[in-house]
């Protein structure tokens, strides 16, 4: 039996912003901001350059289109290429949606980014209190930073079925990406392709309100 999708959801491939025009960056641009240039050498061989001693990937900053030493071959811009691990949605009982890996993951991998549209605070406690008045019971906001959240009840991708959990097999980190901060999923520990294998998070909180509280843990 084919599990029909969420009615409310639309899939998006990048953050919204409602109160801002997204932040874009040019080569021209470049003398006039600070932006991170790392020292890395393109690998002679043809492989990956940009790895675990990239500067840039210490520092949890994607290297910029066209200022990469390594070129084609940087590998630290998996934000910007989306390069998602394999997985799909799916129902788990009562437990509601969560996600489904069809792929081994290793550790520190980079499932997927969490995206939705970003909120001032003004706005972020008016949707809650939308939310709250028609008796929702369940939240997708996460935290981007200290004046913006993340609302991924309405618009997202698969980062939003995500569930929390007190015992997670991943984790949420912030990079910067194109002078944005984004927030991405990584492993914690090596996940294996099994048909029940769900991701599922630690839960965080913004203020007062729980944030990404959006399903039950499964059991």
Not at 15 to 24: A, C, V
Not at 40 to 47: A, F, L, S, T, V
Not at 128 to 144: C, D, I, N, P, W
Not at 176 to 187: P, S
Request: hydrophobic share 30%.
């Amino acid at each position: 039996m084919r599990v029909q999708p969420p009615s409310h959801f639309w899939r998006i491939d990048s953050n919204q912003f409602l109160h801002h025009g997204r932040k874009t960056q040019t080569i021209d641009e470049l003398n006039f901001k600070q932006i991170m240039v790392c020292h890395c050498k393109r690998p002679p061989d043809g492989k990956l350059g940009c790895g675990d001693e990239c500067l840039n990937r210490m520092l949890n900053i994607e290297c910029v289109q066209g200022t990469r030493p390594c070129g084609d071959l940087c590998s630290n811009q998996q934000f910007q290429k989306r390069k998602y691990a394999k997985m799909k949605w799916d129902r788990f009982g009562k437990k509601g949606f969560g996600l489904r890996v069809l792929e081994d993951i290793s550790a520190g991998q980079f499932l997927i980014e969490y995206i939705g549209e970003v909120l001032d605070m003004q706005a972020y406690e008016a949707r809650q209190k939308e939310y709250t008045s028609r008796g929702q019971r369940h939240f997708y906001f996460m935290t981007l930073n200290g004046c913006e959240v993340i609302d991924a009840y309405v618009k997202g991708n698969l980062g939003r079925f995500i569930n929390h959990s007190c015992d997670p097999n991943c984790r949420t980190k912030k990079w910067m990406v194109n002078e944005e901060i984004c927030i991405g999923l990584f492993a914690l520990r090596d996940l294996k392709k099994v048909l029940k294998k769900k991701l599922q998070w630690e839960r965080v909180r913004v203020n007062r309100g729980k944030i990404k509280n959006s399903k039950q843990e499964q059991e």
